[in-house]
């Protein structure tokens, strides 16, 4: 039926295991038999893509062994969880578990950033002038926050209306940097920063020589009363981040609880920062800019190993995803890259960006997925040599003819009719450790009821201050108060 045993091939039965590898126990169909194998991830600094449509399976049977195997493993780890705190819950209670605690030298901290409820979460500033070396930091900030922010500019970059808000802010973001000694550098700040009388934030950022260079042609525009171009350049960027301006993202935002240098060897952690799918567009803009952040203090040689897990990847936005692909490999930096769809990577990122995603990630899991995404994933797993058998019958006789041809190991419509826990996908290898057998097609075997008695110990995220609804205005006008001494304290 379908071809089903024709289309059967050898997968890999070993268990593979070493210091960073992620095994998931599985099993596959071979001539017709049930036979029990292993998808062994051995080398997960080569990255690992987790594709599937909702309710394929990609959190329940992958990404929760990937962050339970890497946290019991010693992994420093970054999870992005965007359906908080499904994902958030899992790492907790992993890292309280007597044998994850022995895995570490140092036991990493435990931080969560979640902007819904503010007694349970961290404050942290993605801005930390101690972070931020030089003005291309500030470059980078200033692109990841305002392309989140218009997800429509991704692909306009090198637009004039599109640089020059970004410029702005970059402007902006480095004129705090520098006043005295990075004090005030926080995005509530520059948010706050930015809403000043033209007269007055001109003459103020003409006090930084620095950023001379990027104000320039603003201020150029305003001498010469080019209003109209001049809103059109700067107006973009704050209604965009006027978006921003609530006193729970402003509490968040300008705390210094803990640094995103995760893999800190003498001060490892282990951080989760919670979406909203409700909220996405706002949030995931700022959770963005704190991902760029990490993905630019992990990416360092001697660090410890590190684990960056991202649930509904489309859902953010940033610069240089495939140069950390490309280069993290040698700084022991693991990335899982769960999405839905090609076409939706499509649809956030772009098409050259999503198909240098898709095409320089070493491991891929798939679960259900159709169209292109589907036609892709076939042509990467190959051919194999089937047999084919033709019957002829006529009058005086019946002729059988038996032949062999090359055709698709694991076609489109297979991959568009997998179950919920059935996965296809290939995996990478060590020198060290070879896999000839990379290519699977298996249903990874769970463990039902071992899973729901884990979940049904599992402790609630506790609550890490208490804070009054009076706190939190209090902060909010005091950033409005510090810029009015900024300027005070500049200009006399």
Known sequence: MFNRNNESFPQEERLLENEFSINLPSAYQLKGKTRKSWINIINPFRSTLVIGTPGAGKSYFVVRHIITQHIRKGFSMFIYDFKFDDLTRIAYNTLLS???????KILPRFYVINFEDLSRTHRCNPLDPSTMDDITDATESSRTIMLGLNREWIKKQGDFFVESPINFVTGIIWFLRK???????????????????YPVLFKLLRTEPEIEVLINPFESAFRNQAMEQLEGQIASAKISMARLASPQLYYVLSGNDFTLDINNPR????????NNPQKQQIYGAVLSLYISRVIKLVNKKHQQKCSLVFDEFPTIYFNGMDGLIATARANKVATTLAVQD???????????QAEVIMNIVGNVISGQVVGDTAKQLSE????????????????SDTSVSRSTQ???????????????GEFVGTVADDPDQKIDLKVFHAEIRNDHAAIRREEAAYQPLPPIRTISHFEIQQNYFRIKADINDIVESILP
């Open 179 to 197: 006043h005295d000694g990075g004090r005030y550098c926080t995005l509530p700040h520059v948010i706050e920063l930015m809403q000043l009388e």
């Open 380 to 395: 990467r797993f190959g051919k194999i040599v089937q047999q084919r058998e033709s019957i002829s019958i006529n009058a």
């Open 98 to 104: 007597p044998g994850s605690r022995s895995a570490y």
């Open 342 to 352: 090609y076409s939706q990577l499509k649809k956030d990122y772009g098409k050259d």
């Open 406 to 420: 090359l055709d698709a190991a694991i076609p489109p419509s297979r991959i568009a009719t997998l179950s919920s």
């Open 267 to 274: 001060e490892p952690k282990l951080v989760c920062m919670g």
